[in-house]
């Protein structure tokens, strides 16, 4: 690596942890003024209420790291201009681009890495919030579910229940109705229904099938139904938090909520994809700060971190509304990644198109 890689680098890597150390200070604080009651009508240490803090982290971690990068390379940048080096660099002979590549490249390396980690480490260190916060406030994470409805086109089943018990695995008064051809061939009502060996058991269960000669009921101690392969997991309150789970578990739940829940899946989708883009924001707002203006006649750093900070902002706000237009069905899920990075970058150059009459 070339001596002006290695100047770069270090500088901006420098300047970025401080950054991140600083904004990961200032969270962790409100965080924990946030929650002084619990900490004190629990009698709880000052190492448990610190211990809560980091995890806590772990919701806004990727988020100050992508501002703490975008301040970093603004900060680096606007000195250059500011102390006239990037004028002895041209002379030497090195290019924009030449300068600017060293940043690029750790950029796409910083996002790379987050996002494996996002999948791994910090899916650990996000659960870890729920198992701290019961371990310490006896907040339990129960999906238990009133009042369910859920509708598979595909296999024609319509599911009614009282109450779904998420730790039994098991739906009360259950009502299950199967339609074929516009027509309802299948009803059953039962006392319960219990999920064992991958399949749903209903108990005291009463099933009217349609016949020849219409529809036959059947009394049964325990019945199971052919097809009827609902996961628990698709009964369990919507409010289950998609960002903590594994990948594979998201997709497969998502998967199946589409077809049985429309709209909740929207919701769901959305939130899935905001985990899933959420590093880009990285490789986003470094990317903007590299393309940003700095020849600024006066006053270079504050305008130059004026601008990075308007630019940060723009960017989490036009996610934050993407996110509820699209969980409110008015946009297709997929815009919420897409909607603010482009809104940022237009943003962006309009201001650095602004700044170059200033």
């Known amino acids: 690596m070339k ?3 290695r100047y ?3 500088e901006v890597v420098k300047a970025g942890l401080v950054a991140l150390l600083i904004f990961s200070l200032l969270v962790m604080a409100v965080e924990t003024f946030i929650n002084i009651d619990k900490f004190v009508s629990n009698s709880l240490p000052f190492t448990m209420m610190m211990k809560y ?3 806590a982290l772990s919701d806004y971690f990727l988020m100050i790291t992508g501002v703490s990068m975008l301040f970093s390379v603004t900060y680096f940048l606007s000195n250059l201009s500011a102390n006239n080096e990037l004028i002895s660099l041209y002379t030497a002979g090195y290019s924009r681009v030449r300068i600017l590549m060293p940043i690029v490249l750790l950029a796409l ?4 890495s987050f996002t494996c980690l996002n999948e791994s480490l910090f899916l650990e260190w996000k659960n870890g919030k729920d198992v701290v916060s019961t371990e310490l406030f006896g907040l339990s994470g129960t999906q238990d579910a009133r009042n369910v409805a859920l509708n598979d086109v595909a296999s024609g089943y319509l599911v009614f229940s009282r109450s779904f018990s998420e730790g039994d695995e098991r739906l009360y008064e259950p009502i299950v109705m199967k339609s074929f051809d516009d027509r309802l061939v299948l009803r ?16 005291n269960a009463i099933v009217y099938e349609l016949g020849e000669d ?10 199971t139904l052919q097809s ?3 996961p628990p997991s698709l009964f369990r309150s919507r409010n289950m938090q998609i960002d903590t789970m594994e990948m594979s578990s998201a997709l497969e739940y998502l998967s199946r909520l589409k077809g049985v829940d429309p709209t909740s899946w929207q919701e769901k989708e959305t939130e899935f994809l905001r985990r899933v883009g959420e590093p880009l924001g990285i490789l986003v707002l470094m990317l903007i700060s590299v393309l940003m ?3 600024f006649k006066k006053n270079i750093l504050l305008f130059s971190i004026v601008q990075s900070l308007v630019i940060a902002v723009v960017y989490y706000v036009s996610d934050m509304v993407f996110s509820i237009v699209c969980k409110q069905g008015m946009l297709a899920p997929a815009f919420v990644v897409v909607l603010p990075l482009f809104f940022t970058v237009f943003l962006s150059i309009a201001i650095s198109y602004i700044g170059k009459r200033i």
């Open 188 to 203: 059953l009502e039962a006392e319960r229904g219990d999920y064992r060996d991958g399949e749903w058991v209903f108990r």
């Open 228 to 230: 009827f392969d609902f």
């Open 3 to 5: 001596l002006l890689d």
């Open 293 to 295: 203006n700095y020849t």
């Open 214 to 223: 219409g529809f036959v009921s059947k009394e049964y101690d325990e019945t």
């Open 8 to 10: 770069i680098l270090s």
């Open 109 to 112: 390396v910083l996002t790379a």
């Open 53 to 55: 803090s980091f995890y």
